[in-house]
């Protein structure tokens, strides 16, 4: 009985992590493309991306720092909505 329980338990862990990676990936790219879409032929690196999910708001924030070639490195915040449609940029 423990045993079935613990594997449930672990196998609930892993499916939550594993659709939690997938959403962020799936953020990642939305946020990239977008990025890309607005500072055109730069060349940017982003680096220590983060996301949350506000539930006040209903939207995923993301935070990041944006690297460019000849600008010192920028704070980045976006809000994403839940459906992926809208997404709000702001400087930190």
Do not use: N, Q
Not at 9 to 34: D, K
Not at 49 to 60: C, I, W
Not at 63 to 92: C, M, Q, W
């Amino acid at each position: 009985m423990k045993k079935a329980a613990l594997s449930l338990l672990v196998l609930v862990l892993w499916a939550s992590l594993a659709f939690a990676a997938s959403e962020e990936s799936e953020l990642r790219t939305i946020t990239e493309g977008f990025l890309k879409k607005l500072l055109g032929k730069r060349t940017f690196k982003v680096e220590r991306f983060r996301t949350t999910f506000d539930d006040d708001t209903g939207f995923y924030v993301v935070a990041l720092i944006l690297k460019e070639k000849k600008r010192k490195p920028r704070p980045v915040l976006l809000y994403i909505s839940k459906d992926k449609k809208h997404l709000f940029l702001g400087t930190v």
